[in-house]
């Protein structure tokens, strides 16, 4: 147990829905990172947020968006789900921000769209 | 742009034996980060050991070690030693210092025979 969680831990929607994923990092951790992983494209990076503020974006879509709170728990936002965005989202965290930390991964949020 | 290829799908090897996991990776940068991460049937990501590009020695955590050929941009993986437990995708993934952009291979499955 990494000690990140993630709820929920299955979700099924349809297409064109909204749906908001939720982590909440380790105890004492500042910084949140959120991965899709799909069976097509492997681990990809989306965003990280630290101590409340976005400071690196990757293969995020405009239809996706991320927030961290003043408790440090994070939520991703996907909205007009799309068949394709049927993926596995991960939510790390870090002590820090600096790239070699060690990041801590949560159990993943297995996304199914209909 | 920063590449991470990772050539082998899937492979297999008997418990008690050595295995190799090859990475390699593209950038014209100097300064980076790498890491290899473990993904076993639960799905829960885990660091397995990470190399600073600045460090000329290798990385060696117990049954782990990596062959860090810079030059060459290699970044290969050695499990001494495989147990069952071992059974797992491994990831490899980049990090250009002082960015937040973490970039993963494709994976390798990994499967250890009794």
């Known amino acids: 147990d990494s000690g990140v969680t993630q709820t929920p831990k299955h979700l099924i929607t349809a297409t064109g829905q909204r749906v908001t994923l939720r982590c909440s990092p380790r105890?004492?951790?500042?910084?949140v990172y959120w991965y899709q992983q799909s069976l097509d494209q492997g681990l990809q990076f989306l965003i990280q947020?630290?101590?409340?503020?976005?400071?690196a974006k990757g293969n995020i879509l405009e239809r996706f968006s991320a927030q961290q709170f003043p408790d440090l728990h994070s939520e991703l936002n996907l909205s007009s789900l799309e068949l394709g965005d049927s993926a596995l989202y991960f939510c790390?965290?870090?002590?820090?921000?600096?790239?070699?930390?060690?990041?801590?991964f949560g159990p993943g949020t297995r996304l199914t769209v209909l | 742009a920063q590449t991470v290829t990772q050539s082998q799908p899937e492979m297999s090897v008997q418990e008690a034996e050595t295995v190799t996991l090859s990475c390699t990776y593209d950038?014209?940068?100097?300064?980076?980060?790498l890491f290899w991460y473990k993904q076993p049937p639960s799905r829960q990501m885990i660091l397995v050991i990470r190399?600073?590009?600045?460090?000329?020695q290798n990385a060696t955590e117990n049954r782990f070690s990596v062959n860090f050929q810079k030059a060459a941009k290699s970044f290969s993986l050695k499990i001494s030693d495989s147990q069952l437990g071992d059974t797992a995708m491994y990831f490899c993934?980049?990090?250009?210092?002082?960015?937040?952009?973490?970039?993963f291979g494709t994976g390798t499955r990994l499967k250890v025979l009794a």
């Open positions: 950038t014209s940068e100097n300064n980076y980060y």
């Open positions: 105890s004492g951790d500042l910084s």
């Open positions: 993934a980049f990090i250009l210092s002082g960015t937040y952009k973490y970039i």
């Open positions: 190399q600073e590009a600045y460090k000329q």
């Open positions: 790390a965290s870090s002590v820090a921000g600096a790239p070699y930390n060690e990041q801590f």
């Open positions: 947020y630290y101590n409340g503020e976005e400071r």
